[in-house]
């Protein structure tokens, strides 16, 4: 037994990654052939005219990038800026809230409570707003139980921001908890034993703490948000247009030419979002 568990020990650990390399290339196989091909596809229709996807006829042409000073582009990049940032703030605010009042809370299985909270996630994102927007009606079902005259809020700016909150929200109440858990408890107690008042004690040594985990949430409510088409198609009643929904009107028009300079451009920014989260938490920590 003792030979047994002592060569079990010997194994090289290279041994074991090497394995897990060998269980992680479907999955690579499926990144590269629907992820990465399409990105290389974008990227070559940046640079010719054609008509949709035809080989036949393409010539080179860097006409597509006037798409980017036409005026409904650029409303369309305001309007997803406006919107995201003041989503990405709602939830700040709201989801520390949560992750620190159940940081601080007393209940054993604290991930069932995030678990409860992340549910919602796991159902589709359609039947989501499309539930939304019979509430945000001025007749629903709201309305009829409590014997109340509702309002109408469809196609307004409160009704995407109220949206993209309730959509996003658990995105950011993860990361934060996650950071507010890694935090040494003894480092609270020395605060307090040196004469800080509990508000100074969060102020100077939890918020900073925290500070990856708002980083990383913020990041993953904003790019959603600055991408997304169903939300404004749906609750915006198509009255407000962000550029998730020119993307989607150029592919749907098979103008692909325009919509993959409309596309790469929002990569780009999703990338430079990605590599921050890499600076702020290189290991990845508020993540898991």
């Known amino acids: 037994m003792q030979k047994a568990s002592t060569a079990r020990r010997l194994v090289p650990p290279h041994h074991t990654s090497h394995k897990l390399e060998r269980l992680a290339r479907p999955y690579l196989l499926w990144l590269y052939i629907f992820a990465v091909l399409p990105m290389i ?21 860097i006409k597509n990038f006037q798409v980017l000073t036409a005026p409904s582009t650029i409303v369309a990049f305001f309007n ?26 007393k209940i054993k299985n604290k991930y069932l409570i995030l678990l409860l909270l ?7 994102i359609l039947l989501r707003i499309n539930a ?9 079902i709201l309305t009829d139980l409590l014997g109340i005259k509702g309002i109408n809020i469809i196609g307004t700016d409160l009704a995407i921001i109220l949206g993209m909150v309730f959509t996003y929200l658990p995105f ?12 040494d408890s003894s480092l609270h107690e020395a605060a307090l ?17 925290s500070s990856k985990g708002i980083v990383s949430g ?7 948000c600055l991408s997304g088409f169903a939300i404004p198609n749906i609750l915006g009643d198509r009255k407000i247009v962000l550029i998730g929904n020119i993307i ?25 979002s990605i590599l921050l989260i890499n600076k702020v938490d290189k290991e990845g920590e508020t993540l898991l």
Not at 41 to 61: N, Q, R, W
Not at 90 to 102: E, K, N, R, W
Not at 248 to 272: P, R, T, W
């Open 41 to 61: 596809i974008m990227v070559f229709l940046m640079f010719v005219d054609s008509e949709g996807i035809i080989l036949y006829g393409m010539t080179p042409s």
């Open 80 to 105: 997803s800026f406006k919107y995201s940032i003041i989503t990405t703030l709602i939830c700040i605010f709201f989801g520390y809230l949560v992750a620190y009042q159940l940081y601080k809370s």
């Open 118 to 124: 992340i549910l919602p996630m796991w159902t589709n």
């Open 132 to 140: 939304l927007a019979s509430v945000f009606k001025e007749n629903n």
């Open 172 to 183: 950011i109440v993860l990361p934060i908890y996650t950071s507010l858990e890694k935090i």
């Open 193 to 209: 034993d040196l004469g800080m008042t509990e508000f100074k004690t969060f102020w100077k040594v939890t918020f900073p703490l």
């Open 218 to 224: 913020s990041i993953m409510v904003l790019l959603p």
């Open 248 to 272: 989607e009107q150029k592919f749907v028009n098979m103008n692909y030419n325009a919509g993959s300079v409309l596309a790469v451009v929002l990569l780009v920014i999703i990338l430079a």
